[in-house]
């Protein structure tokens, strides 16, 4: 059983363009959600998703910012016209449906982006 | 109300030694609290992490004390070794809500032979 998946590992874009990262989940899981990690600082929660739907997006910046889940394929966090701010570790976390015990979310191993 | 307050912000203890780090929260809504370990360049792996109907759980070498009170939990790591040597964090969640993760800012562990 894979774990959870991300990709691309490193991405490098310049100020004003377009970065997208993949997510996906680990078999069987239908949450996602998106942590920002800034250098030397904890992980922020950005997005939680199940298929199709956002559920809390308390967390994400109000512009340049999105994020889906779509019913086939990974979970894309898309950022517009990138700045200088937004270089990060970003992570991607998935659990299976809720039960009353189980709460653990599985993390991926991050997509560090640069922006120059 | 949404912070988790994590310290030490770094530690250095002997192999074999115990270390300790510490988290309060402010929010009583909290009801599931995991301890999440970080190695340089990989995700955080989930370590151990307790309920608040407990006051102390135990894993191995690693062992979570919490003080509902106090709205305090700690994580101690008895015997510690150089491969523990890592950044923890601390973290809570409504496991009823939405399960996002309110993380403490980290505490980096050297462990020295």
């Known amino acids: 059983n894979a774990g959870v998946m991300q990709n691309p590992r490193h991405l490098v874009r310049r100020r004003g363009q377009e970065a997208r990262l993949r997510c996906s989940p680990m078999k069987g899981h239908s949450h996602v959600y998106w942590y920002r990690q800034l250098p030397e600082e904890g992980l922020k929660f950005m997005v939680y998703?199940?298929?199709?739907?956002?559920?809390?997006e308390s967390g994400m910046p109000k512009e340049r910012f999105s994020a889906e889940f779509p019913k086939e394929g990974p979970s894309i966090l898309r950022i517009q016209q990138v700045v200088r701010g937004d270089s990060a570790a970003y992570f991607c976390?998935?659990?299976?449906?809720?039960?009353?015990?189980?709460?653990?979310?599985?993390f991926g191993q991050g997509t560090r982006l640069t922006v120059v | 109300q949404q912070q988790v307050k994590q310290s030490p912000q770094s530690l250095i203890v002997q192999k074999g030694g115990i270390s300790i780090i510490n988290c309060a929260y402010e929010?009583?809504?909290?009801?599931?609290f995991p301890w999440y370990q970080q190695f340089p360049g990989k995700g955080p792996a989930l370590l151990i992490a307790?309920?608040?109907?407990?006051s102390e759980k135990k894993e191995g070498r690693f062992t979570i004390s919490f003080n509902k009170s106090a709205k305090q939990f700690s994580l101690h790591i008895m015997d510690s070794q150089p491969g523990d040597s890592a950044t923890y964090f601390c973290a809570a969640t409504q496991s009823y809500n939405t399960d996002k993760l309110i993380f403490g800012t980290g505490t980096r562990l050297q462990v020295f032979p």
């Open positions: 976390a998935s659990s299976p449906p809720r039960t009353l015990t189980n709460t653990e979310a599985f």
């Open positions: 307790i309920r608040p109907d407990v």
């Open positions: 929010n009583t809504a909290f009801d599931y």
């Open positions: 998703l199940q298929k199709e739907n956002i559920i809390d």
